[in-house]
């Protein structure tokens, strides 16, 4: 329908809405023409842009291309004059694109290098930064509390000071009162009291005031009730408090069954440690002594008292497996001339070695014949100690002595009889002199002490 057929009153009732109708499609027309020209403007940018980018790769391209054509032409002139002077070409490229390849990785790397000297420094800075804001927040904490304890135990000493002013009267509140009294008065240390109550204690007791000073109190107070002679009262209290605790020692008191089962468990365990345990290894089953010692004796020779000697001694591992061990107690008549020098191997494998150090000091000349012994887990065992005193050997050569002419058991025998007749020649029968014409007589010859003919 056409408006011009509508009436005038129904004009004016639509016409708001005609308006808002035509307004609204303005707009949307308005808002499509922008839409387009900005596409269009995108569209010419995106244009220029993929214009200049392509000249850019163009140009670097070109570039590129250049730059390899100078680099093959330089190779061609280098490989024409290493030709000239009789190398390989190929062999100098490859070595020069090596160095090249490694300057550039070494380049990078040193990048990299200082980069994460960057990242570092600058965590570093970030640490200090949060170090010195929490050591700024505990000092101010630090210093908050004891601001605080210090308001707390000046109010805490206001209160104590006001109290005692009220039970006391005391002028100096913060004076220590002595353990002494006189007449229900309080002697403090300062020696500051009320001054009524030493008016009355002067009136009530004339006699006591006498010889003193005025405003001083009638007698020194006494230091305290208990002391100790030559010490003060500080150095008793103190002497008195540590004697006491000294003499507190608190032991559990057994029942005889528990001090029996005590003594029953002691005594099995001293058993064992002396007998020993059994060592049994992949099946195996080790017998005889778990440690060797070298040298084997420890003998100390010629000795001279009032020195000191010292000798080492290695101690081997020949068990089965790991074992270890300790030095025993000396004896009672050795303690005093030997020292063990001795620290703990702890565990000890199969085959290993450890040492240690016998000191010997001797005080009087006399020879030791005594043991070691060394406690382990397979059982003790003992390595002889030997100390001997220096001692007189006599040596003598026997003298030779010269006699006359002797005949010396000559016989004449037969040689088939020799043999025969062997058990008779240690006979020690004096031999019969021989007829003048058989004899054989030795002369000119020696005979030692032992009778050997020389």
Request: charged letters at 30%; proline letters at 5%.
């Amino acid at each position: 329908m056409p408006e011009s057929s509508l009436s005038p009153l129904v004009m004016r009732g639509i016409q708001p809405f005609l308006f808002r109708r035509r307004q609204s499609a303005e707009d949307e027309q308005t808002e499509k023409e922008q839409r387009l020209m900005a596409r269009a403007k995108r569209l010419v940018q995106f244009a220029q842009s993929l214009d200049k980018v392509t000249s850019e790769v163009a140009s670097c391209s070109e570039k590129s291309r250049k730059k390899r054509a100078e680099q093959q032409e330089r190779q061609r002139a280098e490989a024409l004059r290493l030709m000239g002077i009789g190398q390989s070409p190929a062999e100098v490229f490859k070595i020069q694109e090596v160095q090249t390849r490694m300057r550039r990785k070494a380049q990078a790397l040193a990048q990299a290098q200082q980069r994460r000297s960057e990242i570092l420094a600058e965590r570093l800075a970030d640490e200090d930064k949060w170090q010195e804001a929490a050591e700024d927040h505990q000092r101010q904490k630090r210093e908050s509390e004891k601001r605080f304890q210090e308001e707390l135990g000046t109010l805490r000493q206001k209160e104590v000071s006001k109290y005692l002013r009220k039970m006391t009267g005391v002028e100096d509140p913060s004076a220590v009162a002595s353990t002494a009294t006189e007449g229900g008065n309080l002697v403090f240390a300062s020696s500051l009291i009320r001054k009524n109550v030493a008016t009355v204690q002067s009136s009530l007791h004339p006699s006591r005031s006498h010889g003193t000073q005025e405003g001083t109190p009638s007698s020194a107070p006494r230091a305290s009730r208990f002391k100790f002679a030559g010490t003060d009262d500080k150095e008793s209290g103190e002497t008195a408090s540590l004697g006491r605790r000294a003499q507190f020692h608190w032991e559990p008191k057994l029942s005889k069954f528990e001090a029996q089962s005590l003594r029953r468990s002691l005594d099995a365990q001293k058993r064992r440690v002396l007998r020993g345990e059994v060592q049994r290894v992949a099946g195996k089953v080790h017998e005889g002594p778990s440690f060797r010692a070298r040298p084997e004796k420890i003998h100390f020779e010629n000795f001279e008292p009032d020195q000191v000697y010292r000798k080492t001694v290695e101690i081997t591992n020949i068990s089965l497996t790991f074992n270890t061990f300790r030095i025993g107690p000396l004896p009672e008549e050795l303690r005093d001339v030997i020292d063990v020098d001795f620290v703990p191997p702890g565990r000890m494998s199969a085959g290993t070695t450890t040492s240690f150090t016998v000191t010997f000091s001797p005080k009087r000349n006399a020879d030791i014949f005594s043991k070691l012994s060394i406690l382990a887990p397979t059982g003790p065992e003992e390595f002889p100690l030997l100390c001997s005193t220096k001692k007189t050997v006599l040596t003598f050569s026997p003298p030779l002595v010269d006699i006359a002419d002797f005949v010396a058991k000559a016989r004449e025998e037969d040689e088939s009889t020799s043999e025969a007749l062997g058990q008779n020649e240690t006979d020690t029968a004096e031999a019969k002199p021989l007829d003048p014409g058989k004899q054989h007589v030795v002369t000119g010859h020696r005979i030692s002490s032992h009778g050997h003919l020389s």
